[in-house]
């Protein structure tokens, strides 16, 4: 049976020795929490780090195994050392603060830590693979295993694989800085649906790879490596039912009121978080004395009860952090606290949920103020927990959760005296506003809940990953080519060449003048045609052509076979005489779009007309390139034209013009018993392989689905096997 299979960095159970026993303890945190219900209820199998095991015996560790075997969990076992550079290292050091742009925080002299993030996917990939059953979904979490997608890609091609990141995508002109950019979005892109929590974190991410991979990605879909990969916007949410009832378990009821009878009538308002620098717990302790300083009338009218879990203690910047807040705490108490109570009563451990929800339902206000945060569960726990429809949630916009929730207070952390204004008017809000806040916001916690974010990620993963079946067959069916295949064409009596040139035979260059042929690249095809009929077909004007080309014996197309040259004696004979009385028009638009995206330009050609944007800013030209194409596409559809989109390139030409109109020309001066080889990379070829009889060896350069029967990785690939036939 499919099953599925989780994957993240932590197992929600970890496995420790105390006392010689071995025990299995729950881990918390946002994802574990996240991820504990579709687990059980998806029968799921759930795969990750389950604590270090170093001072396990063997028999502990068969053991421990066992057990989690028990739970469904599937342990990666990881050396002490390795996992403290992927895990302190790479993933806490260097993405963890550049995602929540903390820029001082991010450590970019981390090589080491780098190879050690690599190896560890690698070992994930190896467990995850196999684990493995066709059929099975594959749901990777988080920013820890990045390059997994690309790795299982690679070792499991036909798997449906998606990635939920919980943190925030930085903005493009943040995640640039980072030196491992590029195999990070290569490492992304191998899934096929990645899933974010907001619209501007997907936004982010489609902005980066368009400037890392020079690509143009749609809002809410990347085509990359011939594949399509869905972007999806998925926030994550809580299990509101469960919440809700603890918050109606006669025990946590006592305790909520306990903490209450505790506080002496005073308001409660209250903070958890994982004590993490993100979190904004110094600059919130900073708005909590500027509220003491400005209301001394209100100082013994609150209490401040802020619950810092541990976390990360391994790491340097955490230990300074935890220094830092417990000092701040220690002087604001000191500062504001009485004989008989002190403004803020901080606890400093792991609480159990009981205690969690109890604090919730005992709090007259929820302040949730991280300098940012990919969604922030506390937030929306607070508000399940709520049954009564009172209280009120202080939100920094900085958190994904603002996107959602927008009838709590929303404030910038950054802006102490905002917050400390914002606690005053929690504290005082009327009990009616409260409730018409409290119970919108409810009514979207309760029907948003995880098992229908896990339900909607899980649905788009089945869309994403279904292949059209024309496009996968087409794409299946073209593979390396065969030394068999080679060999038949070295042995052919007579052999015809059909081959494109930019792509195909040079690498693409920044503008096209620089892409001219080479000394090496003439060479080749002088040699070549001693031998062989060779035919350049290109999209290119007759004159780039003509300069390159014109003095060797070969066979010239231009203009997609609008102009063609027989042979080298020969004249330059025109298609038809189309005098294109189309092209003033569309020629203006073109320049409009010119004019609005530097680095872009018009390439007139007899019958064509072409708008180039390799050269431009990416983002803007991707997002320009689809404006163009939609007012292209209205334009001309009844003037017998047709648009192509090509590698950065959208042309105009009129139907009927195109590569394969040569084909017959050619074929018909060819003995049957001759070898035809087609070679070339983009859409305007495959109108030549259309073209072409099946026992035509026809070849595309790339990854992208094609006709072609074989591919070719590159140019230089091209040239490697136009020599090992004369070899
Ligand atoms: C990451 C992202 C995103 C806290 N203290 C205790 C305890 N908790 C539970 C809370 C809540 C969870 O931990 C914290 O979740 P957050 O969402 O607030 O934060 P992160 O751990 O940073 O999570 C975050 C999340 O992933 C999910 O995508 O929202 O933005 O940073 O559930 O209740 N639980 C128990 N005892 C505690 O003392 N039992």
């Known amino acids: 049976m499919a099953r599925l299979l989780i994957v993240s960095n932590r197992l929600p159970?970890?496995?420790?020795?105390?006392?010689?026993?071995?025990?299995?303890?729950?881990?918390?945190?946002?994802?574990?929490?996240?991820?504990?219900?579709?687990?059980?209820?998806?029968?799921?199998?759930?795969?990750?780090?389950?604590?270090?095991?170093?001072?396990?015996?063997?028999?502990?560790?068969?053991?421990?195994?066992?057990?989690?075997?028990?739970?469904?969990?599937?342990p990666v076992?990881?050396?002490?050392?390795?996992?403290?550079?992927f895990y302190d290292g790479f993933s806490n050091g260097v993405l963890w603060p550049l995602f929540h742009y903390l820029l001082d925080k991010v450590n970019l002299d981390a090589e080491l830590d780098w190879e050690a993030y690599q190896r560890v996917n690698e070992r994930f990939a190896d467990v995850v693979a196999a684990q493995y059953a066709p059929g099975d979904a594959i749901w990777v979490h988080d920013y820890q295993l990045m390059l997994l997608p690309a790795l299982l890609r690679r070792r499991l091609p036909g798997a449906r694989i998606g990635f939920f990141l919980h943190v925030p995508f930085p903005s493009a002109e943040v995640f640039r800085i980072l030196p491992w950019r590029e195999q990070i979005v290569r490492g992304l892109l191998g899934a096929d649906l990645l899933g974010f929590h907001t619209v501007a974190y997907r936004r982010n991410f489609a902005a980066s790879a368009a400037h890392v991979l020079a690509l143009d990605p749609g809002e809410a879909m990347i085509e990359h490596d011939g594949r399509k990969v869905a972007l999806g916007v998925h926030p994550i949410s809580i299990d509101a039912l469960e919440v809700e009832r603890l918050a109606g378990h006669p025990g946590v009821r006592e305790e909520a009121a306990r903490i209450r009878a505790e506080a002496g009538g005073r308001k409660i308002v209250l903070g958890i978080d994982r004590l993490d620098y993100t979190k904004g717990i110094p600059r919130r302790l900073l708005a909590i004395e500027r509220f003491l300083e400005r209301e001394p009338e209100l100082r013994d009218e609150i209490r401040f009860i802020q619950l810092a879990v541990p976390t990360r203690e391994m790491a340097g910047a955490y230990t300074d952090f935890r220094r830092l807040v417990h000092e701040m705490i220690g002087r604001i108490n000191g500062q504001y606290g009485t004989t008989c109570a002190v403004p803020i009563h901080y606890m400093h451990r792991s609480v159990p949920l009981e205690q969690v929800v109890a604090l919730y339902l005992a709090a007259d206000v929820m302040l949730v103020t991280p300098l940012r945060d990919g969604m922030n569960l506390v937030a929306k726990e607070y508000i399940a927990a709520r049954v009564d429809d009172d209280g009120a949630l202080i939100l920094s916009e900085f958190a994904g959760a603002a996107a959602e929730l927008a009838e709590a207070i929303s404030v910038n952390p950054y802006d102490i005296g905002s917050v400390a204004a914002a606690v005053k008017q929690a504290i005082t809000m009327p009990p009616a506003e409260q409730q018409v806040?409290?119970?919108?916001?409810?009514?979207?916690?309760?029907?948003?809940?995880?098992?229908?974010?896990?339900?909607?990620?899980?649905?788009?993963?089945?869309?994403?990953?279904?292949?059209?079946?024309?496009?996968?067959?087409?794409?299946?069916?073209?593979?390396?080519?065969?030394?068999?295949?080679?060999?038949?064409?070295?042995?052919?009596?007579?052999?015809?060449?059909?081959?494109?040139y930019d792509g195909t035979l040079v690498p693409f260059a920044l503008v096209p003048d620089l892409a001219a042929p080479d000394e090496e690249l003439l060479a080749l095809l002088r040699a070549l045609s001693e031998r062989d009929r060779v035919h350049v077909v290109s999209g290119r004007r007759r004159a780039d052509i003509e300069r390159w080309f014109g003095a060797l014996p070969l066979h010239l197309h231009a203009e997609h076979g609008f102009w063609s040259r027989p042979k080298a004696c020969d004249d330059w004979v025109p298609l038809a005489s189309d005098a294109a009385a189309w092209k003033g028009e569309i020629r203006g638009i073109l320049e409009d779009f010119t004019r609005r995206t530097p680095g872009s330009f018009v390439e007139e050609k007899t019958v064509t007309l072409a708008w180039h944007y390799r050269a431009a800013e990416p983002e803007l030209a991707g997002e320009h390139a689809r404006e163009l194409r939609a007012r292209l596409e209205k334009r001309i559809a009844a003037d017998g034209l047709e648009l192509l989109g090509g590698a950065k390139v959208l042309e105009v030409r009129p139907r009927g013009v195109h590569k394969g109109r040569v084909v017959p020309l050619i074929l018909d001066e060819v003995p049957e018993r001759a070898a035809v080889i087609a070679i070339g990379d983009d859409r305007t070829d495959e109108d030549i392989f259309a073209a072409l009889p099946p026992s035509a060896c026809t070849i595309h350069v790339g990854n992208e689905s094609s006709l072609a029967a074989y591919r070719l990785p590159n140019a230089g690939a091209v040239r490697s096997l136009l020599r090992s036939i004369h070899a």
Do not use: K, Y
Request: proline content about 5%; glycine content about 6%.
């Open 13 to 74: 159970i970890s496995v420790r020795v105390e006392r010689g026993a071995l025990c299995l303890t729950r881990s918390s945190g946002g994802l574990a929490t996240a991820m504990r219900g579709p687990h059980e209820r998806m029968n799921a199998l759930w795969i990750g780090w389950p604590g270090s095991v170093a001072s396990l015996s063997p028999e502990q560790r068969d053991d421990a195994d066992a057990a989690l075997a028990g739970i469904r969990a599937v």
């Open 77 to 85: 076992h990881l050396g002490a050392a390795e996992q403290h550079r």
């Open 437 to 500: 806040r409290m119970a919108a916001l409810r009514r979207r916690v309760v029907t948003h809940d995880v098992h229908v974010w896990a339900r909607s990620f899980l649905d788009d993963l089945d869309r994403a990953a279904a292949p059209e079946p024309a496009a996968a067959a087409a794409l299946t069916a073209s593979r390396e080519v065969p030394e068999s295949v080679i060999e038949r064409v070295r042995r052919a009596p007579e052999r015809v060449w059909i081959l494109d």
